[in-house]
T-cell receptor
Framework: GENVEQHPSTLSVQEGDSAVIKCTYSDSASNYFPWYKQELGKRPQLIID?????GEKKDQRIAVTLNKTAKHFSLHITETQPEDSAVYFC????????????FGTGTRLKVLA | EPEVTQTPSHQVTQMGQEVILRCVPISNHLYFYWYRQILGQKVEFLVSFYNNEISEKSEIFDDQFSVERPDGSNFTLKIRSTKLEDSAMYFC???????????FGSGTRLTVV
């Protein structure tokens, strides 16, 4: 069935360093890949997304890359700050039909001051 | 910024009781969803709803679950006879067309005792 693998499950970085989170999806029909940040007890918040017709997208300190052939996509956060500490989820979606999101298992990012 | 509103924020119920979780999607959105997140785990798709009918449901969404859009503004999730394992955070989401404007609500934490 549809599945999204996410690694690592936890990631600690020093403030100012970069963080990379990787996801692999199983359904080759997936063509939309959002990334969400979730703080404790709160709703997931969209931070960046990418569609399958694009290989890379950047928004200030955040970037996402997509390798359709390998069915991999990654989140890159540069110049990390303590407020970046949260759980990050990747997701995959097929833009047709029901638009359900299949989420990864999450990465707990800790940025150490 | 428009929001998806969920009530209540926290509900405690006895095992075997029926619960109704309520959501008010963004007013011009056409697609509606329910997701579940068991504590410390990933967000899981339950059901999608469009044009007054279910468009897709997951294996989790068994006969104990139902959804309804009773009045054109509310979108409800009913669990007929709650089990301990139904304890989770339930997120409602809505989108305008496809993934455009896909927004999650703040969630209802359901505790079954």
């Amino acid at each position: 069935g549809e599945n999204v693998e996410q690694h690592p499950s936890t990631l600690s970085v020093q403030e100012g360093d970069s963080a990379v989170i990787k996801c692999t999806y199983s359904d080759s029909a997936s063509n939309y890949f959002p990334w969400y940040k979730q703080e404790l007890g709160k709703r997931p918040q969209l931070i960046i997304d990418i569609r399958s017709n694009v290989g890379e997208k950047k928004d200030q300190r955040i970037a996402v890359t997509l390798n359709k052939t390998a069915k991999h996509f990654s989140l890159h956060i540069t110049e990390t700050q303590p407020e970046d500490s949260a759980v990050y989820f990747c997701a995959a979606c097929i833009i047709s039909g029901t638009y359900k999101y299949i989420f990864g298992t999450g990465t707990r990012l800790k940025v150490l001051a | 910024e428009p929001e998806v509103t969920q009530t209540p924020s926290h509900q405690v119920t006895q095992m075997g009781q029926e619960v109704i979780l309520r959501c008010v999607p963004i007013s011009n959105h056409l697609y509606f969803y329910w997701y579940r997140q068991i504590l410390g785990q990933k967000v899981e798709f339950l059901v999608s709803f469009y044009n007054n009918e279910i468009s897709e449901k997951s294996e989790i969404f068994d006969d104990q679950f139902s959804v309804e859009r009773p009045d054109g503004s509310n979108f409800t999730l009913k669990i007929r006879s709650t089990k301990l394992e139904d304890s989770a955070m339930y997120f409602c989401a809505s989108s305008m067309v496809g993934v455009d404007g896909y927004t999650f609500g703040s969630g209802t934490r359901l505790t079954v005792v």
